[in-house]
């Protein structure tokens, strides 16, 4: 299992995976917003989404896990 994780401090704007989807090495899972820009966080290995972890409108910091893969 991997967990993809947020890469800065942020509001979670947009939830675009849902527990098992199928996602590709690259794909974006979430996106974030901070200082009004929208941030896109992108899975480093494919896989299956077991668990997401957050919701849109959640406040996350710097490594918080978002999406788990297996």
């Given at each position: 299992?991997?967990?993809?994780?947020?890469?800065?401090?942020?509001?979670?704007?947009?939830?675009?995976?849902?527990?098992?989807?199928?996602?590709?090495?690259?794909?974006?899972v979430?996106?974030?917003?901070?200082m009004?820009?929208?941030?896109?966080?992108?899975?480093?290995?494919?896989?299956?989404?077991?668990?997401?972890?957050v919701?849109?409108?959640?406040?996350?910091?710097?490594?918080?896990?978002?999406?788990?893969?297996?």
């Open positions: 299992m991997t967990a993809v994780t947020a890469s800065l401090a942020g509001v979670v704007f947009k939830v675009l995976v849902a527990p098992g989807d199928m996602v590709a090495v690259g794909q974006e979430v996106r974030l917003e901070s009004k820009m929208e941030i896109p966080v992108e899975t480093e290995e494919g896989g299956t989404v077991r668990e997401v972890v919701s849109e409108g959640d406040f996350v910091n710097e490594g918080d896990p978002l999406v788990i893969i297996e």
